[in-house]
């Protein structure tokens, strides 16, 4: 059974960090990319950040970058990202998801097979 569970959520103030943790099980770590992504209220689903299991090799989205960074420990098979200098604005939940590693566009949620079930952020000011 597939299985993506994240972690690390919580409440933090504007200018923290939180560190975010995905736990994959039930399949080939190394053959998929592991996206994060985020859903505020009323908002659609937006990517963040993904990485490439197999090389490590990282990407982000403009809401990602510079202040998060996309890491994965493949022993673990885990995949963590690490917010810092967040923002009010960086509220929502988050999720990690896997999808088959074939150099596909991984910031578009329907190339992912499977989902956590998210993580709540929320950044106060």
């Known amino acids: 059974e597939v299985q993506l569970v994240e972690s690390g959520g919580g409440l933090v103030q504007a200018g923290g960090s939180l560190r975010l943790s995905c736990a994959a099980s039930g399949f080939t770590f190394d053959d998929y990319a592991i996206g994060w992504f985020r859903q505020a209220p009323g908002k659609e689903r937006e990517a963040v950040s993904y990485?490439?299991?197999?090389?490590?090799?990282?990407y982000y989205t403009d809401s990602g970058k510079d202040r998060f960074t996309a890491s994965s420990d493949n022993a673990r098979n885990a995949v963590y990202l690490q917010m810092n200098s967040l923002k009010p604005e960086d509220t929502a939940v988050y999720f990690c998801?896997?999808?088959?590693?074939?150099?596909?566009?991984?910031?578009?949620?329907?190339?992912?097979?499977?989902w956590g079930q998210g993580t709540q952020v929320t950044v106060s000011s």
């Open positions: 998801a896997a999808g088959l590693d074939y150099n596909g566009d991984y910031y578009d949620p329907h190339e992912y097979d499977y």
């Open positions: 990485i490439a299991i197999k090389d490590g090799s990282t």
